[in-house]
Nanobody, 113 residues
């Protein structure tokens, strides 16, 4: 059974940056597409970035050009580098394989002055 542990969130001022990490236990990480999702208060969870095992990346229009997804298969970890953050990026951020397995606890990102 895969377990996902997200970390790296926090409080940051508008225009700032954060780097999120997500470490997966269990097998199949190397062959699994991975996605980063976020859920803001009162809103549905949305997919913001994906990365295939081969390195292809996709981003939602709301984060394209500001966020960068990467992965380290040896560490079974995926990262989300977030720059030029705005208050609209405030949410709990999650990672998951695609198709989704059990969700982790997420990591809170708050963008506020």
């Amino acid at each position: 059974q895969v377990q996902l542990v997200e970390s790296g969130g926090g409080l940051v001022q508008p225009g700032g940056s954060l780097r999120l990490s997500c470490t997966a236990s269990g097998s199949q990480f190397e062959t699994s597409p991975m996605g980063w999702y976020r859920q803001a208060p009162g809103k549905q969870r949305e997919l913001v970035a994906t990365m295939t095992p081969g390195g292809a990346r996709n981003y939602s229009p709301s984060v394209r050009g500001r966020f960068t997804v990467s992965r380290d298969n040896a560490k079974t970890t995926t990262y989300l580098e977030m720059n030029s953050l705005t208050p609209d990026d405030t949410a709990v951020y999650y990672c998951n394989s695609i198709p989704n397995k059990d969700w982790g606890q997420g990591t809170q990102v708050t963008v506020s002055s």
